[in-house]
């Protein structure tokens, strides 16, 4: 009567050592799936923030291509805006000059005509 008590026994260790691997196994698998989601999410997020930080590094350099572009028109600008100074100063001084020749040569030509009237 032994004997089929221990086959019984060995039948039920043999059984729960078969039970505990399909419960591992099962266990493993189901690991592995959520840590391979779990992976999967991660390479989603880390190439999104890749493209957002590709975008935003791309934004940033047309940004300072843009500030220099302005700085330069700035300066064209005022370098424009120097010369057209320039020019009408010399264009208001050509003028006066003229203006000024133009009224002495009225002044010494009245004072001729005034000194020939008195003689």
């Known amino acids: ?3 089929p008590l221990v086959f019984l026994e060995d039948e039920i ?4 050592i078969l039970e505990r691997d399909n419960i591992v196994k099962e266990a493993r698998k189901k690991v592995e799936i959520e840590a391979s989601l779990q992976i999967k999410s991660l390479k989603e997020d880390l190439e999104s923030k890749d493209k957002k930080l590709q975008e935003t590094q791309q ?3 047309n940004l300072r291509k843009e500030k220099s572009s302005l700085e ?5 600008v005022d370098l424009e805006v120097a010369r057209r100074i320039d020019s009408e100063r010399v264009n208001i ?3 006066a000059s003229r ?3 133009d009224n002495w040569r009225i002044i010494t030509r009245d004072k001729k ?3 020939k009237g008195f003689n």
């Open 99 to 101: 203006k000024a020749g």
């Open 13 to 16: 260790a043999r059984k729960l």
């Open 72 to 76: 330069e028109r700035e300066k064209n």
């Open 1 to 3: 009567m032994k004997r």
């Open 113 to 115: 005509f005034r000194v």
């Open 93 to 95: 001084y050509t003028e």
């Open 59 to 61: 934004n940033e350099l």
